[in-house]
C-alpha cells in the first residue's frame, strides 16, 4: 500500500551561499518495496560540507545534486517493511538516502547498526564517516608518529574533534586545533584534550601558530584551506606532511581564491601535501571500528553532536554548518 513520504528538493543551484529559497519541502508517494528493497522509516540525517560542491554544476568526485529533485546523503533509520529476507521490520540500518523522513532503498549497501556500542546517530558522526576520514588521514595519508607536533583544522567539527583525539593515540606529543571564537576553542582543549587552540576569528593565523608550535609542525590535517594552509606550509618541518580533506573556507566563494603563496616551502622541506577522499580508505573500516570503539568505551575520545530537530529545518541546519555554527557533528533528527 502506497504511503506519503517528505523530502527536501534543490530548487536552484546556488551562487554563493545557500539561502531558504535554495530548497523546498515536497511529498511524494512511495509504494512498497520490491524484492532486494527496503522502506525505511529515518530518525537521523547528516549534514556535510561536501554536500555544498554537489549544488554546484561541476566536474567532482560524486554526481551533483539535480535541480528540482530530492537531495540525498547519509541516514539512521528502522526498517518497516522488507524485500529482502536479510532485514527485517526493526532493523536499525545505516544507508544513503536522507533528506526524507522515507527512503525506498535498494538493501545492496544498507548496513545494520550494533547500537549497543553507541547510540545510532553516532555512526553519522564518530563511528561513521566523519571519524573514519580521521582517522584515513592520520594512519595512511599524513601519518602520526611518536613524538609529532600535530596542527588540526576545524578542530570543534565533527572530522577535527576526532582527529585531534586520534593523533594522541596515535602518539603525537603536541596536539593544536584551530576553532571560531573562544568558546569552541575552550571546548578544543577542556573538553576534546588538545594542548592548545588558535581562533582564526581573531586573525593572525601565523603568529597565533608560531606561539603554539614554535619549533614548527610535523603534521597538518586540515578541512578549511585558506590561510590556515598558507600557515600550516609556513611551519612545517622537515619531511612533515599535510593531508588535505576539505577546504570549507572557499565553498561559498564566488570567484576563485587565492592560491597559498609558500608552496616551495615543501622543495625546502622535502614535505608532502596530499587530498584524500574517505573512500579510498574503507579497507581500514573495521581497524577504525575497533580502535575507535575501544576509546569511545574507555572514555579517551569524546564527541558532542549539534542536534536540529525537523526534517522541514534540515535546509537550515545545512545553512549553519556552513557558517559554523555546530559544535562536533551536524545531525537533523527527523523522528524518534
Not at 603568529?207 to 600557515?231: H, I, K, S, T, Y
Request: contains cysteine.
Amino acid at each position: 500500500m502506497p504511503v506519503a513520504s517528505r523530502e527536501i528538493r534543490l530548487t536552484e543551484r546556488p551562487h554563493g551561499e545557500p539561502t531558504p529559497a535554495t530548497f523546498e519541502l515536497a511529498s511524494r508517494e512511495l509504494p512498497d518495496p520490491g524484492d532486494g528493497q527496503l522502506l525505511v522509516r529515518n530518525r537521523w540525517m547528516s549534514v556535510d560540507p561536501y554536500m555544498r560542491g554537489r549544488m554546484s554544476d561541476r566536474p567532482s568526485y560524486v554526481a551533483p545534486y539535480e535541480v528540482g529533485a530530492v537531495l540525498d546523503g547519509g541516514a539512521v533509520g528502522e526498517v518497516v517493511a522488507s524485500g529482502d529476507a536479510s532485514f527485517a521490520p526493526g532493523d536499525v540500518v545505516l544507508h544513503g538516502l536522507g533528506w526524507r523522513d522515507l527512503a525506498l532503498t535498494p538493501s545492496k549497501g544498507v548496513q545494520k547498526l550494533d547500537t549497543s556500542r553507541a547510540p545510532e546517530q553516532a555512526f553519522l558522526g564518530v563511528l561513521g564517516i566523519p571519524g573514519l576520514t580521521a582517522y584515513a588521514g592520520l594512519v595512511e595519508v599524513a601519518p602520526v608518529r611518536a613524538g609529532d607536533v600535530v596542527w588540526i583544522s576545524a578542530a570543534a567539527g565533527a572530522v577535527g574533534s576526532a582527529a585531534g583525539q586520534i593523533a594522541r593515540h596515535l602518539g603525537a606529543a603536541r596536539v593544536i586545533g584551530s576553532a571560531g571564537g573562544p568558546e569552541k576553542c575552550r571546548h578544543v582543549v577542556e573538553q576534546l584534550g588538545f594542548d592548545a587552540a588558535i581562533d582564526y576569528k581573531q586573525g593572525g593565523v601565523f603568529e597565533q601558530l608560531r606561539e603554539q608550535a614554535p619549533d614548527g609542525v610535523d603534521v597538518f590535517f586540515d578541512n578549511v584551506g585558506g590561510e590556515q594552509l598558507e600557515a600550516a606550509l609556513g611551519a612545517l618541518r622537515l619531511r612533515g606532511r599535510i593531508a588535505v580533506c576539505g577546504a570549507i573556507s572557499i565553498y561559498n566563494a564566488t570567484s576563485a581564491p587565492p592560491g597559498p603563496r609558500n608552496l616551495s616551502r615543501l622543495v625546502q622541506t622535502r614535505g608532502r601535501i596530499q587530498g584524500m577522499l574517505v573512500m579510498d580508505h574503507f579497507h581500514l573500516r573495521e581497524r577504525f571500528l575497533a580502535d575507535v570503539g575501544r576509546w569511545l568505551a574507555d572514555g579517551t575520545l569524546r564527541y558532542r553532536e549539534t542536534v536540529v530537530d525537523g526534517l522541514e529545518n534540515a535546509p537550515q541546519a545545512f545553512i549553519a554548518l556552513l557558517r559554523g555554527a555546530n559544535t562536533g557533528k551536524m545531525l537533523v533528527r527527523i523522528g524518534d
